[in-house]
DNA sequence: CCTCAATATTGATCATCATCAATGTATGGA
DNA sequence: TCCATACATTGATGATGATCAATATTGAGG
């Protein structure tokens, strides 16, 4: 961040004024980058999008294994990481465990992108 | 996806019918992925929140080496995946080169999450 | 209890990524 | 023309991640 505003677009001789505190800190950035972390997957992406288009807002595993050309575990570990990162929510009911997004975690992370 | 609305939430035997297209193609999926990729490190979050700080709208790579810490070659390589995943514009001025964000493009990465 | 079905966990493997040191490129000034 | 500056590119390395096979766990039913 230059310091001076006078020189931010016209002169050619303001580049690299130490500048003031960065905008996002450290801890900050790498909270959100967690979260962009769990979308920054084509299947993590895809297993949302399906929950999301369940008409019930929730789906089983075994709903997800066959639309996604992967493996259980495989499922199992990407529903997991999505949880952890607060998208989706986990009720195991009976054998089965439902998966349901996390009412307001979308929009919520659209909005870290506006508060960058 | 069941293909059974009457028994979406209520019984507990509706689980596992194969079901209809997935929401989100492979194809589409991994295109969306490659922009939350970029956005799946703490330091890019906070070159995109540092130039976003700037008044003047865009900062040269000296600006963004130092709050960073990290080396020249590194901040120029996370600049160039920005750059590539469409967050950030390059213009080279001179001996600098000056980076801006892209106009609309964190909002239309925001409706990502909306239409997934 | 015993077994089966659904899901989770573990361990291993291969690929991708973040980082840096060294080098290359281009631009401006002496 | 030569040098210094700003930035990019390359190559190498250690770390993280995606995936699977195998195994463990948990719950339902007989």
């Known amino acids: 961040m230059n310091l001076l505003p006078v020189l931010e677009t016209a002169t050619d001789e303001a580049c690299c004024v130490p500048g003031g505190p960065p905008a996002l800190s450290a801890e900050d950035a790498k909270q959100k980058a967690l979260v962009f972390k769990a979308l920054a997957d084509p299947n993590r992406l895809r297993l949302l999008s399906i929950v999301k288009a369940e008409a019930s807002g929730e789906s089983c ?14 499922v199992s570990h990407h529903l997991k990481i999505l949880v952890d990162a607060g998208l989706l929510h986990r009720e195991k009911r009976g054998t089965w465990a439902y998966y349901s997004l996390v009412p307001g975690a979308l929009e919520q992370t659209a909005g870290l992108l506006a508060t960058l």
Chains 1, 2 share one sequence.
Do not use: A, S
């Open 61 to 74: 595993v075994c709903d997800l294994t066959g639309p996604l050309d992967l493996g259980q575990p495989t």
